[in-house]
């Protein structure tokens, strides 16, 4: 009687052996569209957050109805331009009216209360969810994602304040009999609304990214803007009053560090119109103001390109 074979009957004799398989990796050799590809794609997709596209209801809310708010009243004046036309024509008295260079003078809250919602929307969550080593590995660098933020939200801006100047410019010519010259009328003085438009939109973009981008909390962020805001408007204002009794002359060149009162002296330069004593105070010019809010921007996106060349991922 023979013996068992041991190697037979044990469990590593009758396992299955592993086998090695050939999957054929190869290099990518198709087409690679670069960093301005890589830019586009991330502005686009940046603009879509800002406007809540492809999101839940729920984030379509806020800037929806704070553009909504904000061009109400140049709607409103369109819509009732007839109805003005009409009683100008019959009453011969001047209607009070909403002009291109005071209309961001009077409704620049809500423009606030708009990079404050959606700033934080477009740099704290890819902080706070750590994809920011996604995008730094692949063509796109530092710059061109900060690059492609600011150009997200500053042109969503650029669309929320160019409504109401073009429902301000149609709404005026149908106020006018003749619509071929009113054109003709209106077009110079609607045509400073393009470079004020852009003005302000570049410069809040570049404020608030450049706060936002220092806290992946988006509440943090959201108190940071509305903090600097009011204490940059509160404080030279503070000063200059009581640089006026002290009699210091050099007061009133503190109003140029303010981030809304600048701008709207900014505007008043730019349709060449002068500077309304409610909200500027002091011996500076119009020209001065838009030289502190081109500067502004430009400190502010120097800020927001340091602090993303600094960030760890």
Not at 164 to 169: C, R
Not at 216 to 226: D, H, L, N, Q
Request: include cysteine; glycine fraction near 8%.
């Amino acid at each position: 009687m023979t013996a068992p074979n041991p190697a037979a009957t044990s469990p590593a004799a009758s396992s299955p052996a592993g086998s090695i398989y050939d999957l054929g990796y190869r290099h990518y050799e198709g087409k690679r569209n670069g960093r301005a590809y890589a830019m586009w794609s991330l502005f686009v997709e940046g603009l879509r957050n800002v406007w809540g596209f492809g999101r839940p209801m729920t984030a379509k809310a806020a800037p929806f109805i704070l553009a909504g708010l904000y061009a109400l009243p140049a709607v409103f004046q369109l819509a009732f331009s007839s109805v003005i036309a009409q009683r100008v024509a019959t009453t011969g008295q001047a209607a009070n009216l909403l002009d291109y260079h005071s209309y961001f003078e009077d409704f620049y809250y809500l423009v606030t209360f708009f990079i404050v919602a959606q700033a934080p929307e477009l740099v704290c969550r890819d902080q706070r969810y750590q994809v920011l080593p996604l995008y730094f590995t692949r063509s796109m660098g530092r710059i061109e994602y900060a690059l492609s933020r600011l150009g997200s939200l500053a042109t969503a801006l650029f669309v929320l304040l160019l409504v109401p100047y073009v429902a301000l410019f149609v709404g005026d010519v149908l106020m006018k009999p003749d619509t071929f010259a009113a054109i003709g009328d209106e077009l110079p003085k609607a045509l400073p609304s393009i470079p004020a438009a852009a003005l302000i939109a570049v410069c809040l973009a570049a404020l608030s990214l450049a706060i936002s981008s220092f806290s992946p909390r988006r509440a943090y962020s959201a108190i940071g803007i509305v903090a600097y805001v009011l204490l940059m408007e509160a404080i030279p204002a503070a000063i200059y009053s009581i640089g006026q009794s002290g009699g210091w002359a050099w007061s009133d060149k503190l109003f140029l560090l303010t981030p809304i009162t600048s701008l709207i002296g900014a505007l008043s330069w730019l349709f060449g119109q002068p500077l309304d004593p409610e909200f500027v105070s002091g011996s500076l010019t119009a020209g001065a103001y838009l030289a502190a809010s081109i500067a502004s921007a430009g400190v502010f996106i120097a800020v927001l390109m340091y602090r993303y060349r600094r960030m760890p991922a």
